[in-house]
Nanobody, 123 residues
Framework: QVQLVESGGGLVQAGGSLRLSCAAS????????MAWARQAPGKEREFVGA????????RYSDSVKGRFTISRDNAKNMMYLEMNNLQPEDTAIYYC????????????????WGQGTQVTVSS
């Protein structure tokens, strides 16, 4: 069993930055593909980005590419989402997710989910 806990959300002005963290339990973190997803009010959950088990491969949605960066520290069982140039449309609950499958797995097929952390961007 893998447990995920997100932190780092908050309120930021447009153009600002935030760094989200995801702490994972268990001794299998380094074999898990990890991802970030988000859900805005009244909208479906959407993929933000993913990182391979080694950290060597990442992929992002077009809406965040060039602004967001995913990284991981397998020694600490941690994953991060560095968000720059935040815009009001980035306002959402951000979720950390993990899967045993490969990096192109649809995010809604991920096996494990955190409880989410709220990010609010004011204009």
């Amino acid at each position: 069993q893998v447990q995920l806990v997100e932190s780092g959300g908050g309120l930021v002005q447009a153009g600002g930055s935030l760094r989200l963290s995801c702490a994972a339990s268990g001794r299998v973190f380094n074999v898990l593909t990890m991802a970030w997803a988000r859900q805005a009010p009244g909208k479906e959950r959407e993929f933000v980005g993913a990182i391979s088990e080694s950290g060597g491969t990442t992929r992002y949605s077009d809406s965040v590419k060039g602004r967001f960066t995913i990284s991981r520290d397998n020694a600490k069982n941690m994953m991060y989402l560095e968000m720059n140039n935040l815009q009001p449309e980035d306002t959402a609950i951000y979720y950390c997710a993990a899967t045993w499958l490969f990096i192109h797995t649809p995010v809604n097929d991920y096996h494990y989910w955190g409880q989410g952390t709220q990010v609010t961007v004011s204009s």
